[in-house]
């Protein structure tokens, strides 16, 4: 049996309607390839970029290598089958490891090896055809029903391999020049990033299931937790973190004990409280529907079968529930890895440090170094967290 066969079967009608989603992507990223600079070429760090479109990059032959393989995502996508959707997959993942190939065809022909400081910068059209091929992957993974694991699959490979390209052979593009000139900065702020985020979400969790099972006990304390929570997600990042900082300053000066504990009106203080709670919102509302929505006769049979409450809870409820309760940490985790970046402001560190310093200093490379890393962050959690759920939820994964 092979992989293909082995794969959950959708209802899907050999000679029907053409899927016309993809059709429109490969029209899109025809007229994207064609009509826009693909990259740009700077002597230095200070100058800006002269755009070159895809012939003045990557020359003819690779620009027609790529408009065929978009338009075979787009003739496959006219008969629609489940054959012609898997083919299809594969030309849009040829297309994402071709891609860093097209790169270092481009500083091949474009950089002047005589000029140490010349930098290769990625071009808009690249950014929407990768932006473009995302679409198709998750149309394609929605068409072949197959979990949200398998786009993290593909994604790490694709991504390993963007990795040894741009380690190996890529010296010349500028995002990989801002990064080999901070190297050790960047990773220390990775580490502060994953870090504000995990300590903060385990933080929500916790809060956020004693909140939600409390307003099961104590009804009446619904509506009001429900109005402060919403409440604190109305109030702008920034203003929360401005809010945050005389109180706190005026603790740490007047108790000493949290000043021992590090606590400031700047730094990781600040950022853990407003992180925390923003994130409580989705934890409290996932956690509460889904422990309500547990059938009333499932209940009852645990208790024909002589479970205890507690029994119940933990043997019954909570495994029933955990795949909505997982759904709201995916949202809480995803968003607070993007609130985090902004945490930079008050001195927490973080990628976040790196937005704000390559927009002060005007280098958008260095404002995606800093960027790049969180979207892919929130990318993987996002698949992982709901592949996860999709497991544990009843005819999930086996």
């Known amino acids: 049996m092979s992989l293909l066969d082995a794969l959950p ?33 700077a002597p230095n760090r200070i100058v ?61 022909f474009l950089i002047d090896p005589t000029l140490p400081q010349a930098r290769l910068g990625i071009g808009a059209s690249y950014w929407l055809i990768l932006f473009i091929l995302l679409l198709c992957l998750i149309e394609l993974r929605l068409r072949l029903a197959l979990t949200r694991l398998w786009p993290v699959l593909i994604l790490t490979g694709v991504g390993l391999l963007w990795w040894l390209c741009a ?19 960047f990773i220390r702020a990775v580490g502060q ?11 929500s969790i916790v809060l956020g299931v ?44 007047n108790v000493p004990v949290l000043a021992q504990l590090g606590v400031s009106g700047i730094g990781n203080t600040p950022a853990l409280i407003a992180l925390v709670a923003y994130s409580l919102l989705p934890i409290v509302r996932n956690t509460y529907i889904a422990l309500e929505q547990v059938s009333p006769d499932t209940l009852e ?31 809480t985790t995803v968003q607070a890895i993007g609130l985090t970046a902004v945490a930079a402001l008050i001195g927490a560190g973080g990628l976040g440090t790196f937005i ?20 892919i962050l929130a990318l993987l959690v996002d698949a992982a967290l709901g592949a996860l759920a999709e497991a544990l939820r009843p005819g999930g994964i086996q």
């Open 9 to 41: 079967t959708p209802k899907l009608r050999r000679g029907g309607c053409p899927n016309a989603v993809l059709a429109s992507l490969s029209i899109v990223m025809l007229a994207v390839i064609w009509g826009m600079d693909a990259v740009s070429v």
């Open 48 to 108: 800006q970029g002269t755009g070159v479109d895809v012939l003045g990059a990557i020359g003819l032959p690779g620009a027609l290598l790529a408009s065929l393989l978009i338009l075979a995502i787009g003739g496959l996508a006219s008969q629609p089958s489940r054959t012609n959707y898997a083919a299809a997959m594969g030309v849009v993942v040829l297309l994402l490891a071709l891609m860093p190939f097209g790169l270092m065809v481009a500083s091949h």
């Open 193 to 203: 990033h994953i870090v504000l985020v995990g300590v903060a979400v385990g933080i």
């Open 167 to 185: 380690s190996l052979w890529l010296d010349d593009l500028a995002l990989v020049q801002e990064f080999n000139a901070r190297d050790r900065q």
């Open 356 to 375: 704000f310093q390559g927009l002060g200093q005007a280098a958008m490379d260095m404002v995606l170094l800093g960027a790049l890393p969180i979207l």
């Open 301 to 331: 049979a645990a208790t024909a079968m002589g479970m205890r409450r507690g029994q119940q809870f933990w043997q019954v409820r909570l495994p029933l529930a955990l795949p909505v309760l997982l759904e709201g940490v995916r949202i």
């Open 210 to 253: 004693l909140l939600a099972m409390l307003m099961r006990r104590f009804r009446r304390l619904q509506k009001s937790a429900f109005a402060m929570l919403n409440f604190l997600q109305t109030i702008p990042s920034l203003a929360l973190f401005g809010l945050l900082l005389a109180p706190l300053a005026w603790l740490a000066a």
